[in-house]
């Protein structure tokens, strides 16, 4: 039998060694009476500064009979369940797909119509990744954007450009699909035991590159700088074609629109036709960075610097009531801080980290809750407009170039511009600016109630060492492409609002997961019937919720 005992605690670096002893040390018998013993999961627990320990599901196989349940110390024995299998049998009629977007909802979009046999036209407005990566150094080095090539735009979408992290709560089952797809094409076998599992943007720019091979020897065709202009509908409103920029048409049954919350320019021609939409609250604010010691320092105590120990990261909440708060948000331990505009004339900050995490800076989004009221205008691409004009504020803020204002966190607490600059891994180069002149009001309120209140939680958090750069405002988008229960707009069948541009998702596993489900959907049309282990995630709602 094979079986599962979960909330094992190990101490450091036992993790590392013979794990059938603490089955031993919890379960008693000998070592050898355990086989093929493999970490499920493992997280780490500091709760306690000078007991730092990982908590891990280990799987196991034995002949002892052992009784499922719960047992002493919160631990628990259950029997392991069948992995998933995800081969499926091909569609009889093959519908003609096009799926708009490269990043994890298209990606994935598209491997798992491939599982059925439909071979899609994937089209990314950018270019793939080796020129992707040229121009994106070019803008980092010199300050140059081209608006078709950035972190936004090109082949693996805006998360090849990140931290790369795949942590998620949707607890759909098709997360598994999608690390298992990771780890085919490059990625690091741990992250399917992780609890916050992580790629690097060095090692998902690899993959992104290989899945897009495989994609292509199953039959996808992919369009590089091929940018979608618009979308023909029949007289019923169905859609029947994509529309490039060269002005080439593209016939198709079903049109997967998965672009990525920043191709604004697709959102306001799917409005000029009516698609249904509507407003999203979103989240806005800096990026605030710190040497990576600090946090070490204050989330380890003593046990910081233990080999096994990871780059500490952090999550920091501060509610003020009446829908207000102020929260980290997509936090890159060992990382940089990014330039990510796509739009000349705006500033866009992220941040992301290689796969070793050994920058020595650590960087998260600082951010509050923006809502549909803060838009200050009911049209439904009101929190799009919203978002620009903050972005061309800190353009301006930065001396109309594409570095970033800056400015020291006590200086921002102390509402000076003294033009003191703490240590940042920005590129191409900070500018020392007053954040004021370049965050909405109440937002700055936010941000500046919560900064006290996080340096009590996190010591060092608002030091001389921390330094906040702007503009962090797309940390989701700021509308939803409605869609009913078949994965269909409400107003045009045949589009398939996908991931998180259409607001369906927020992050990379989650758009991918929506991804998948679209597939699904598209494939149920075509007559595959319902894949029985998504059945019932598939009723639910968005998966919006992540990091």
């Given at each position: 039998?094979?079986?599962?005992?979960?909330?094992?605690?190990?101490?450091?670096?036992?993790?590392?060694?013979?794990?059938?002893?603490?089955?031993v040390r919890v379960l008693g018998g000998a070592a050898a009476e355990f086989r093929a013993v493999t970490l499920e999961r493992r997280s780490l627990d500091a709760r306690h500064k000078g007991a730092i320990r990982f908590l891990v599901t280990l799987a196991f196989e034995t002949e002892r009979p052992l009784t499922v349940g719960a047992l002493p110390g919160g631990l628990k024995?259950?029997?392991?369940?069948?992995?998933?299998?995800?081969?499926?049998?091909?569609?009889?009629?093959?519908?003609?797909?096009?799926?708009?977007?490269?990043?994890?909802?298209?990606?994935?979009?598209?491997?798992?119509?491939?599982?059925?046999?439909?071979?899609?036209?994937?089209?990314?407005?950018?270019?793939?990744?080796?020129?992707?990566?040229?121009?994106?150094?070019?803008?980092?080095?010199?300050?140059?954007?081209?608006?078709?090539?950035?972190?936004?735009?090109?082949?693996?979408?805006?998360?090849?450009?990140?931290?790369?992290?795949?942590?998620?709560?949707?607890?759909?089952?098709?997360?598994?699909?999608?690390?298992?797809?990771?780890?085919?094409?490059?990625?690091?076998?741990?992250?399917?035991?992780?609890?916050?599992?992580?790629?690097?943007?060095?090692?998902?720019?690899?993959?992104?590159?290989?899945?897009?091979?495989?994609?292509?020897?199953?039959?996808?065709?992919?369009?590089?700088?091929?940018?979608?202009?618009?979308?023909?509908?029949?007289?019923?409103?169905?859609?029947?074609?994509?529309?490039?920029?060269?002005?080439?048409?593209?016939?198709?049954?079903?049109?997967?629109?998965?672009?990525?919350?920043?191709?604004?320019?697709?959102?306001?021609m799917l409005h000029r036709h009516g698609v249904a939409l509507r407003q999203k609250p979103f989240a806005m604010g800096v990026r605030v960075e710190h040497p990576q010691d600090l946090i070490d320092r204050s989330q380890y105590g003593p046990g910081a610097g233990h080999p096994s120990l990871p780059a500490a990261d952090y999550k920091l909440v501060c509610n003020f009531g009446?829908?207000?708060?102020?929260?980290?948000?997509?936090?890159?331990?060992?990382?940089?801080?990014?330039?990510?505009?796509?739009?000349?004339?705006?500033?866009?900050?992220?941040?992301?980290?290689?796969?070793?995490?050994?920058?020595?800076?650590?960087?998260?989004?600082?951010?509050?809750?923006?809502?549909?009221?803060?838009?200050?205008?009911?049209?439904?691409?009101?929190?799009?407009?919203?978002?620009?004009?903050?972005?061309?504020?800190?353009?301006?803020?930065?001396?109309?170039?594409?570095?970033?204002?800056?400015?020291?966190?006590?200086?921002?607490?102390?509402?000076?511009?003294?033009?003191?600059?703490?240590?940042?891994?920005?590129?191409?180069?900070?500018?020392?600016?007053d954040l004021r002149t370049c965050l909405p009001d109440f937002v700055r309120e936010q941000l500046a109630g919560a900064l006290p209140l996080f340096d009590k939680k996190l010591h060092g958090f608002a030091s001389r060492e921390a330094i906040l750069l702007a503009i962090e405002s797309r940390t989701s988008s700021p509308l939803q492409l409605l869609r009913g229960e078949d994965?269909?707009?409400?107003?045009?069948?045949?589009?398939?609002?996908?991931?998180?541009?259409?607001?369906?998702?927020?992050?990379?596993?989650?758009?991918?997961?929506?991804?998948?489900?679209?597939?699904?959907?598209?494939?149920?049309?075509?007559?595959?019937?319902?894949?029985?282990?998504?059945?019932?995630?598939?009723?639910?709602?968005?998966?919006?919720?992540?990091?």
């Amino acid at each position: 039998m094979r079986y599962l005992l979960s909330n094992l605690p190990l101490e450091l670096g036992e993790e590392t060694g013979n794990l059938a002893l603490p089955l031993v040390r919890v379960l008693g018998g000998a070592a050898a009476e355990f086989r093929a013993v493999t970490l499920e999961r493992r997280s780490l627990d500091a709760r306690h500064k000078g007991a730092i320990r990982f908590l891990v599901t280990l799987a196991f196989e034995t002949e002892r009979p052992l009784t499922v349940g719960a047992l002493p110390g919160g631990l628990k024995l259950d029997l392991a369940p069948e992995a998933v299998a995800w081969t499926v049998a091909p569609v009889v009629r093959r519908p003609r797909v096009v799926v708009v977007g490269s990043g994890p909802a298209g990606t994935f979009c598209a491997l798992r119509l491939l599982d059925y046999g439909i071979e899609p036209i994937v089209l990314e407005r950018g270019p793939a990744m080796s020129e992707r990566v040229k121009a994106i150094t070019g803008l980092w080095q010199d300050g140059t954007l081209d608006p078709e090539a950035n972190a936004q735009f090109g082949e693996g979408g805006a998360g090849t450009f990140s931290d790369g992290k795949l942590t998620t709560r949707i607890g759909h089952p098709a997360t598994r699909y999608v690390l298992e797809a990771f780890v085919r094409f490059g990625a690091n076998p741990r992250i399917l035991y992780l609890a916050k599992p992580h790629v690097g943007t060095d090692v998902i720019r690899r993959c992104a590159v290989l899945i897009r091979r495989d994609a292509e020897a199953r039959g996808a065709q992919y369009r590089f700088r091929a940018r979608l202009e618009d979308v023909r509908f029949d007289a019923q409103g169905r859609v029947c074609a994509a529309v490039l920029a060269s002005g080439e048409e593209l016939p198709c049954e079903a049109l997967v629109l998965a672009p990525g919350h920043s191709a604004r320019d697709t959102f306001e021609m799917l409005h000029r036709h009516g698609v249904a939409l509507r407003q999203k609250p979103f989240a806005m604010g800096v990026r605030v960075e710190h040497p990576q010691d600090l946090i070490d320092r204050s989330q380890y105590g003593p046990g910081a610097g233990h080999p096994s120990l990871p780059a500490a990261d952090y999550k920091l909440v501060c509610n003020f009531g009446l829908n207000r708060a102020a929260y980290s948000f997509c936090m890159c331990p060992g990382g940089e801080v990014t330039q990510c505009a796509s739009e000349p004339g705006g500033v866009v900050v992220n941040g992301m980290s290689n796969e070793k995490r050994d920058s020595g800076f650590a960087n998260s989004g600082l951010v509050a809750k923006v809502g549909t009221a803060d838009f200050g205008s009911e049209h439904p691409l009101g929190g799009m407009y919203f978002q620009r004009k903050w972005e061309q504020a800190a353009f301006r803020a930065a001396g109309e170039t594409y570095g970033a204002p800056a400015m020291a966190v006590q200086d921002f607490l102390q509402g000076r511009a003294t033009g003191r600059l703490p240590r940042t891994s920005f590129r191409p180069f900070a500018v020392a600016a007053d954040l004021r002149t370049c965050l909405p009001d109440f937002v700055r309120e936010q941000l500046a109630g919560a900064l006290p209140l996080f340096d009590k939680k996190l010591h060092g958090f608002a030091s001389r060492e921390a330094i906040l750069l702007a503009i962090e405002s797309r940390t989701s988008s700021p509308l939803q492409l409605l869609r009913g229960e078949d994965g269909q707009s409400l107003s045009h069948p045949g589009l398939y609002p996908c991931g998180e541009g259409a607001g369906f998702a927020g992050g990379i596993t989650s758009a991918a997961v929506d991804g998948i489900r679209v597939a699904e959907w598209i494939a149920q049309a075509a007559g595959a019937p319902v894949f029985q282990p998504f059945e019932k995630a598939a009723r639910g709602g968005d998966l919006a919720t992540e990091y």
